[in-house]
């Protein structure tokens, strides 16, 4: 029988606005570049480093789901707090030198931005 809330529906919605709206703050840390050199250098490594987060965390979690089994469920606080842990290892991942995505990116868009 169906709730009058059903709480993986509210998850889902929740879960997907977080993402838009770290797609938009990306979007603008990048947008926002103005006449100080070196504090537009952060802020585009910055952008770019959460751009390599956000894509490592992606990849956690598509792996993730390969991984599992149809059959085999994760506890109900990992469906809550799976994406905050995969979150955090995403950017622990990216922290320590990561892909290399984020200085490739921050090398490329560099010379557009002329930093």
């Known amino acids: ?4 809330l059903d709480t993986s529906t509210l998850y889902s919605t929740y879960a997907s606005s977080i993402q ?29 480093k959460g751009f ?14 390969s991984i599992l089994d149809d059959e085999e469920e994760d506890g109900e606080y990992m469906k809550y707090f799976g994406d905050l842990m995969n979150e955090q290892y995403a950017n622990l991942i ?6 290399g995505l984020a200085q490739q ?8 931005y002329q930093l």
């Open 94 to 99: 990216t922290e320590s030198g990561g892909v």
């Open 52 to 65: 390599e987060a956000y894509f490592v965390q992606k990849i956690i979690e598509q792996t993730k789901k």
């Open 1 to 4: 029988m169906s709730s009058i």
């Open 20 to 48: 838009n709206a770290k797609a938009s703050s990306l979007q603008k840390s990048l947008e926002n570049t103005g006449t100080d050199k070196e504090k537009d250098a952060e802020a585009l490594m910055d952008a770019c």
């Open 105 to 112: 990116l921050y090398d490329s868009m560099k010379a557009n």
